[in-house]
């Protein structure tokens, strides 16, 4: 099957890149200063939108961040899908996943708004078109240093298999994203992959995410993908200070007893305002507040940022809101296009006074701005219902095809077989009612 072929080509290549690896680190590469340059880009926006602040207040001993450097995930607003960025302390980058492929473009500007010119480690937890979606485009327009994937997770999709041909076209290869992989280490940090096992054989891509946990000094953030609980619950994971949340905020990746095991003081979801899978669940969000975590979402919030010196833990967001379970109530908040054009008009009006905002301390985090997280009470609205039509585990990773009133086939958007009629329905849904491919538009 096409999908083991690749699979096995992708464990073959992890020995092959060990060896790449092991060279680079001999050979030294020059440092990056990204670390500072991010921190200059901490401004408000142009739309004048507010940063709501949070921290966390454990009292640390012993620690202290050598020469004050930070750790800053952004978990960017990228429509049905997920992408965080990570600039870890010694200035390397970590960009997990990249969202739908229309996306891809908008990510691209960002970093670049950011200053980000190079990607350190390129992670795409699973083969589902809204985590690979847009790792093309970043592949081609952002230098990329080495790509992590578990080949579990691979799917037999054309865009999977489109970002798996890149990658060849590229001359790279992907190092399997296995428990126990370690993606980053260095001066009080690491980036180590807990999830899927080396022999796994997931029944879901979802279920074969590669989960990340980035420990910086006494800090920990957890990175789940689409994993569910029972694949979470199998890390054996302790507390995480910052979560981001799994699938979506969907009901089958946060329960009660994983929130309880992971007490997460911050959590994020990432879904898309108006999407059509009721993300986030009352479930999730219930879970999560239960345990006191704050909750984020960048359907409501916009792109989400967390810096740590390794002791204290600081969020930020593009607006402030509490997080609503399901679709119907989001408003749209800014794209990260218009958000990445407001960090670089800021960057430009403040371009003398970066260096000075660049060596800055974080500011202190006081009770007043634990006191501006999102409200935590659950709203009282009814659950939300998860779309019966769409299978729990693929829920938030299709495409959207489209089909005809009598043809059998499903198509893409503007194939010229959709003419006379259109409905929209999910491809695994389309799949699932034996609707086949159209050979012309190839969806
Ligand atoms: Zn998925
Ligand atoms: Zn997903």
Redesign the pocket.
Known sequence: MRTERVGERLRASVALVFVAIAMALAMGRPGTALAAETAATNVPDANGAISGFLGTSETVEGWTAPDGRQLTAYYLNVGQ??SELVVLPDGETMLIDASTADQGAGIVDYLSALGVTRIDHMVVTHG?A??VGGMSRVLDSVQTGDIWMPSASVSDTKTCMGFLQDVDAHGMQINDAVAGSVIASGDGFSVEVLSPSANATADSTNDASAEVLVRYGVTSFLFTG?ASTQETDACEPDHVDVLKVG??GSKTSTDPTLARQLTPEISVIECGAGNQYGFPTEQALDALRAVGSAVYCTADNGTVQVTTDGATIAASCDVAGTVEAGAETKTSVPTLASEASAIASANAAAAPAAADAATAPAAPVTTEQVAAAPAAEPEATAPAAEPAAVPADDA??DETVYITDSGKKYHAAGCRYLKHSSHPISKSQAQAEGYQPCSVCNP
């Open positions: 899908g997920d589902d809204d985590h689409d699938h979506h938030g990773d």
